[in-house]
């Protein structure tokens, strides 16, 4: 059974620091591209990270300087290091893990919620 639990969410001040990770098990985690979403209340889920296989990364200009995204193959989880955050980070962060069959719409975690907030 395929299965991504994601921990680390929290409340923190503007210009604060949250590390969010997601476990992954169940899928031979180093054939999969690897992402980080968010949405936040009555907006559509957008994309925040991602990772290829080959460790390739990509942001959304929003977060580019601010967030980092890291793949460990070893341990299969996947990390987003997010600082300097802005209450527009507000949301609900989702990994997902993108399977290598193009017709696969991947599997997703249940979520985390990040609130920034003073």
């Known amino acids: 059974q395929v299965q991504l639990v994601e921990s680390g969410g929290g409340l923190v001040q503007p210009g604060g620091s949250l590390r969010l990770s997601c476990a992954v098990f169940?899928?031979?985690?180093?054939?999969?591209?690897l992402a980080w979403y968010r949405q936040a209340p009555g907006e559509q889920r957008d994309l925040v990270a991602s990772?290829?296989?080959?460790?390739?990364?990509n942001y959304a200009d929003s977060v580019k300087g601010r967030f980092t995204i890291s793949r460990d193959n070893a341990n299969s989880t996947i990390s987003l290091q997010m600082t300097n955050l802005k209450p527009e980070d507000t949301a609900v962060y989702y990994c997902?893990?993108?399977?290598?069959?193009?017709?696969?719409?991947?599997?997703w975690g249940q979520g985390t919620q990040v609130a920034v907030s003073s």
């Open positions: 169940g899928i031979q985690f180093s054939a999969y591209a």
């Open positions: 990772v290829t296989t080959r460790s390739t990364t």
């Open positions: 997902h893990a993108g399977s290598p069959r193009p017709d696969h719409p991947g599997y």
